[in-house]
Nanobody, 122 residues
Framework: QVELVESGGGLVQAGGSLRLSCAASGRTFSTYAMAWFRQAPGKEREFVAAINMNTYYADSVKGRFTISRDNAKNTVYLQMNSLKPEDTAVYYC??????????????????WGQGTQVTVSS
């Protein structure tokens, strides 16, 4: 069992930056693939970024967001720069022991955090 707790969300003006953190329980964190998804009101949950041996990004955030991990701290990060109002959403951390599907699909990921709200004002 893996428990995920997100933090770092908040209100920021367009063009600003935020760094999200996701703290994971478990002694095998370093072997897990990790991801960030987001869900805006009235929309489906969508893929943002993932990391295992490689990193993956949605086209909408490529060049602005960076996913990274610190295995010593059991933490994955999402550095978000040049934020836009359309980035407003609840951001969720996800984990899976092995990626068997495609990273962009919600069903690929087994464990989920409760989410953290990110609001970008124009």
């Amino acid at each position: 069992q893996v428990e995920l707790v997100e933090s770092g969300g908040g209100l920021v003006q367009a063009g600003g930056s935020l760094r999200l953190s996701c703290a994971a329980s478990g002694r095998t964190f370093s072997t897990y693939a990790m991801a960030w998804f987001r869900q805006a009101p009235g929309k489906e949950r969508e893929f943002v970024a993932a990391i295992n041996m490689n990193t993956y990004y949605a086209d909408s955030v490529k060049g602005r967001f960076t996913i990274s991990r610190d295995n010593a701290k059991n933490t994955v990060y999402l550095q978000m720069n040049s934020l836009k109002p359309e980035d407003t959403a609840v951001y969720y951390c996800a984990a899976v022991a092995a990626i068997l599907g495609t990273v962009v699909q919600v069903r690929t990921w087994r464990y989920w955090g409760q989410g953290t709200q990110v609001t970008v004002s124009s």
